[in-house]
Each structure stands twice: as C-alpha cells, then as structure tokens.
Nanobody, 123 residues
C-alpha cells in the first residue's frame, strides 16, 4: 500500500522559516504531480503549491515569493521551503501525490494524501 508521510512541521515565530518533507513508500512505479495543501478548522483545504515530475511548479498567489516547492525524483520525496512565515500560514499542511503502484498483479494509479503536519506561526 502506498503511504505519504509529512514531517517538519512545528512552532515558528513570525518571519521565521520551516521546511516540510513528504516521503513516499510502497510498491511505487511512478509518481506524477505532487502538491502541498493546507487547511485550517472551518475552512476548505486549499492548494499551496504543485510540482510535476519534470519540475514545473505552480503556486497559490499568497505563497509566491515566500514558499518554494521541490522534489527529489530518485527518492520520490517532495519538500516545501517556507520563508517569511506569517500567523495566517498557521494550518495543517498535507501532501498529495498522483501515484502509480503495483498492487498484486495490477498497476493502479490514484491520488494519495498524507496524514498532515501542523505548522503554527506565533510569537
């Protein structure tokens, strides 16, 4: 079974930085686009940034210039470097990936979510 595991969240002061990681595991054949999303209580989950296997990136307007998404295709791992953090960035951050995996004798392609990692920006 494919799993995505986020790490790197925590408490940081306004203006500080954090780097999140999303590691994949399982019988993975290919990882296509990957993305970071975030959610605060009472609001819908929103896109932070996406990256395709070729490296093309897409950012939500409010994160442009402050966040940098990257991936290591050899490790099927994705990162999010977050700089100049603001209290409004406080949320649970989730990774999402479009993954093709081997399940028994089948090749299955579907999207997976990680369990989320809390980021709190506060003084």
């Amino acid at each position: 079974q494919v799993q995505l595991v986020e790490s790197g969240g925590g408490l940081v002061q306004p203006g500080g930085s954090l780097t999140l990681s999303c590691a994949t595991s399982g019988s993975i054949l290919s990882v296509y686009d990957m993305g970071w999303y975030r959610q605060v209580p009472g609001k819908e989950r929103e896109l932070v940034a996406k990256i395709v296997s070729g490296g093309t990136t897409n950012y939500s307007d409010s994160m442009k210039g402050r966040f940098t998404i990257s991936r290591d295709n050899a490790k099927n791992t994705m990162y999010l470097q977050m700089d100049s953090l603001k209290p409004d960035d406080t949320a649970v951050y989730y990774c999402n990936a479009d993954v093709e995996s081997r399940q028994g004798s089948y090749r299955v392609r579907r999207r997976y979510w990680g369990q989320g990692t809390q980021v709190t920006v506060s003084s």
